[in-house]
């Protein structure tokens, strides 16, 4: 397997990716920046979408905001949501198909064998390299 060199991060960005991945530890907001993906919306679409309350998806964003993950315009008395930094998709695949594999292997784990009847080896059983 290959590996890669370590990175020498210093304490100032070592806490950028705490905040960041603080930031993402909120199903809340990865459910309202997987909403936004597709384009901008108004506050009361991503309501609508999440089907939660106006404070709670405000609180939400605010913090999304904060983080440099999304931006916002106002037109008129709406405001607009979108996607500030797109590598956060990046991010999320990373971590789901690392996920993906994980649970394909403790389920490999936990597939059954047979067991080899004296003198007789199933098809299943060689294969499984029992």
Same mark, same amino acid.
Do not use: W
């Given at each position: 397997?290959? @590996?890669?060199?370590?990175?020498?991060?210093?304490?100032?960005?070592?806490?950028? *990716?705490?905040?960041?991945?603080?930031?993402?530890?909120?199903?809340?907001?990865? +459910? *309202?920046?997987? $909403?936004?993906?597709?384009?901008?919306?108004? %506050?009361?679409?991503? $309501?609508?979408?999440?089907? /939660? /309350?106006?404070?709670?998806?405000?609180?939400?964003?605010?913090?999304?905001?904060?983080?440099?993950? *999304? /931006?916002? +315009?106002?037109?008129?008395?709406?405001?607009?949501?979108? *996607?500030?930094?797109?590598? $956060?998709?990046?991010?999320?695949?990373? %971590?789901?198909? /690392?996920? @993906?594999?994980?649970? +394909?292997?403790?389920?490999?784990?936990?597939?059954?064998?047979?067991?080899?009847?004296?003198?007789?080896?199933? +098809?299943?059983?060689?294969?499984?390299? @029992?």
């Amino acid at each position: 397997m290959k @590996t890669t060199p370590q990175l020498a991060l210093s304490s100032a960005m070592t806490e950028l *990716i705490a905040q960041r991945f603080r930031l993402l530890g909120e199903p809340m907001r990865l +459910r *309202i920046l997987q $909403v936004l993906e597709p384009g901008e919306l108004p %506050v009361t679409e991503i $309501v609508n979408a999440l089907q /939660s /309350s106006q404070p709670n998806i405000s609180r939400h964003l605010q913090a999304l905001l904060q983080g440099g993950l *999304i /931006s916002r +315009r106002r037109e008129g008395l709406n405001i607009f949501y979108s *996607i500030a930094d797109p590598m $956060v998709f990046k991010l999320c695949q990373l %971590v789901c198909s /690392s996920a @993906t594999e994980q649970t +394909r292997a403790r389920l490999a784990e936990l597939e059954p064998r047979t067991i080899p009847q004296k003198g007789k080896l199933s +098809r299943r059983t060689i294969l499984a390299g @029992t």
